[in-house]
């Protein structure tokens, strides 16, 4: 089996008048990220590695939720995540490392939206269908019955988790 953790960055600063790769997260972002990331430690669900793509957004989210699972993530960076199509996650997600059975891709909607909903094909279905909506801060858990990332297909996910920071902030309560 192999796990696949889709992560959008946590909210931004705008991007009115500042350069889109070097944007920041706000207070809110960063305290999304660690609620996120709390709620999937509570849950026993940690990738092996947590792939970002160098734009300060996503790798601040990456680096959140690293230290809030205490180092047990290895983080890297791939430019190839920032501002990527369907077709180059797809691609990337089947070129993965079969080092790493549980990998998490941080990076940028479009493409992660999009992605989790060309993988999925089951999983209780209010959930799949909630994938139309990917704000920041949230995360897609897909599972393949799969020995190797190439082998992953669309439609070939079952959706195990999908959190976002609202619904998180709102079990607190």
């Known amino acids: 089996m192999r796990r696949l953790f889709l992560i959008r960055h946590a909210k931004a600063e705008p991007s009115v008048g500042r350069d889109d790769y070097a944007r920041k997260l706000t207070e809110r972002g960063r305290a999304d990220a660690r609620r996120v990331a709390k709620a999937l430690g509570a849950r026993h669900f940690l990738p092996e590695v947590l792939i970002h ?74 959930e799949v269908r909630r994938l139309a909506k990917y704000p920041t801060g949230a995360v897609a858990v897909l599972d393949f019955s799969v020995q190797r990332w190439e082998e992953v297909a669309l439609h070939s996910a079952m959706l195990a988790l999908y959190l976002t920071p609202a619904e998180v902030e709102a079990d607190a309560d």
């Not at 734009?55 to 990456?62: F, G, L, N, P």
């Not at 199509?85 to 089947?94: E, G, K, Q």
């Open 53 to 126: 793509s160098g734009a300060a957004r996503a790798k601040e989210t990456a680096e959140i939720f690293a230290a809030t699972w205490r180092g047990e993530v290895e983080l890297q960076e791939q430019a190839w995540l920032y501002d990527a199509s369907l077709a180059t996650l797809t691609d990337h997600t089947r070129a993965l490392g079969h080092e790493h059975k549980r990998v998490g891709l941080v990076g940028h909607n479009p493409g992660l939206g999009e992605l989790a909903i060309a993988l999925t094909s089951s999983g209780a279905e209010p």
